[in-house]
């Protein structure tokens, strides 16, 4: 026996035991009749004999198999230190039998078999799985599942953002950030044939999220504190990952104050914490906010400010009706057109532009519906008497119409949403009725002989006057244009 060479106890002949074979079934029980197996197919057997250059494995067939020097050094060292006599193994035939009528088995090929079988479970059952980036070029990064190469395209990886405009060395320097990343991974492709498994982290991602977000919807609870990563800014407000399920912070609910864009705010990345307003789960939405989780500011509007109090302001936009200004960090008032100049104007820009800080006027306050009232025509008058405070009626009119419109909310400061009431609302101080413009009107317009003959303006002429010439005179009682006059 070699040095090294570890057996196990060799079988001696039915003879030597004084027993001789009771049927030819038994031998084809103990594989003598068995067809010899083919190149590739992977069989079990038991180890019967380990030398250092070579591994004799039982695999039932007339002679046993072997595993050469060459495929035992392919082999994990810890992994072939553990074999010992007598377990069980998977083998890969490489040659059923070669000149000396023997099988060369591989015991390497055979733990690659074995894991392309559990890549091939994974693939069909459409499972997740976590491993290492092992290595990357610039196409992507690669991983292994046990001795399967796998390979994640660029364009399928979600922890690196590589933009279309870079060369190769700007590509590689970010991939190579990825090395030793654990990354959620999903199999998207296999091909055997071409020993071709392709990996997607993005696929992955989604269908986890999915799986997440279904759990956070049925565990949210309206006015829960949770807490999560800023994920996204857009304009009409900002995302928050609670841990897997994505919810919205509008953006009326990212302060008391107006908030034009999020970034004024928040950004990227950043961790918060957030209220849970709503969890909508047959539509799957989940809607957050950050302002309720601070003191709301107008509970304190009536200590702090008063009617008739003159205060430095600033200019937050411009619209058409007027001007919103900031009178601290979360309150904001409104100034009509109408108060802006005692002088009629076009638009606010004509008097006032964004960022300016002026002194106005408070002229009324209502913490119910969280609006504030702001002058500035009134600011330059030393003393205004009490009577005269208050808005004036085109303010007055607009929120008049808001409600018969059913849009009161949608004048509320902070949201900035007045822009959104319709163009007959929005115009209202443009009605002759209201603005007094009826005077501005000059008689040589021409415009009344427009008017239609049964138009309501022929109903105030007298009796007599729609009765035409008296009998005695043959003159109207009343000139036409005595009553234009009048």
């Known amino acids: 026996m070699e040095k090294g060479e570890v057996t196990a106890p060799e079988m001696k002949g039915v003879e030597d035991r ?55 050094d392919r082999l994990d060292p810890d992994y072939l230190k553990a074999l010992k006599v007598g377990d069980k193994i998977l083998a890969y035939v490489l040659h059923p039998e070669n000149r000396n009528g023997d099988m060369i088995l591989s015991l390497s090929r055979a733990l690659m078999e074995r894991d392309w079988q559990e890549a091939s479970r994974l693939f069909e059952a459409e499972e997740i799985l976590e491993k290492p980036v092992a290595g990357f070029n610039r196409g992507g990064v690669i991983v292994n599942l046990g001795r399967v190469r796998g390979f994640v395209p660029a364009s399928q990886i979600a922890s690196a953002r590589l933009g279309r405009g870079m060369d190769d060395a700007e590509r590689e320097a970010i991939l190579s950030q990825l090395v030793g990343r654990q ?18 982290e993005r696929a992955a991602q989604r269908e986890w999220r999915e799986e997440q977000k279904a759990r956070l919807l049925t565990e949210l609870r309206q006015g829960e504190v949770r807490h999560g990563v800023v994920s996204s800014l857009c304009d009409f407000g900002a995302f928050v990952d609670l841990g897997g399920a994505d919810g919205l912070v509008h953006l009326s609910e990212l302060a008391w104050r107006r908030v034009r864009h999020p970034r004024e705010v928040l950004s990227l990345g950043q961790e918060v914490d957030v209220y849970v307003l709503g969890v909508d789960r047959e539509r799957r939405r989940i809607a957050l906010s950050l302002k309720r989780l601070e003191k709301e500011p107008w509970s304190q509007v009536e200590q702090e400010y008063e009617v008739g109090q003159l205060i430095t302001c600033t200019v937050t936009k411009l619209t058409d009706f007027g001007a919103f200004a900031r ?54 008058e030393e003393q205004v008497p009490e009577h005269d405070l208050g808005e004036s009626e085109e303010t007055q009119e607009i929120e008049d119409l808001s409600e018969e419109t059913g849009e009161v909310e949608d004048l509320s400061v ?49 009796e007599e006057d729609e009765a035409g010439p008296t009998a005695d005179t043959g003159k109207p009682s009343e000139d036409v244009s005595t009553l234009v006059g009048d």
């Open 18 to 72: 004084g027993q001789s074979p009771e049927s030819m079934a038994e031998l084809l029980d103990g594989g003598y009749g068995r067809l010899p197996p083919k190149r590739g197919d992977a069989v079990e057997g038991t180890i019967v004999r380990i030398r250092p250059t070579e591994i004799l494995v039982d695999v039932g067939y007339k002679s046993e198999g072997i595993v050469t020097a060459r495929d035992l």
């Open 183 to 200: 990354l959620k991974l999903k199999i998207i492709e296999m091909d055997r044939r071409r020993n071709r498994l392709i990996l997607s």
């Open 327 to 380: 009178l601290d960090e979360d309150i904001e008032g409104l100034v009509h057109i109408s108060e802006l100049s005692d002088e009629r104007i076009e638009h606010p820009s004509e008097v006032l532009e964004e960022g300016q800080e002026v002194t106005l006027r408070i002229i009324r306050i209502d913490v119910s519906r969280q609006r504030i009232g702001l002058s500035l025509r009134r600011a330059q």
């Open 414 to 462: 902070e949201t900035g949403e007045v822009e959104d009431l319709p163009v007959e609302t929005r115009e209202v101080e443009d009605l002759p009725v209201d603005t007094g413009e009826v005077e501005d009107l000059p008689v040589e317009t021409g415009e009344l002989d427009d008017l239609p003959v049964e138009t309501e303006e022929l109903d105030d002429l007298s």
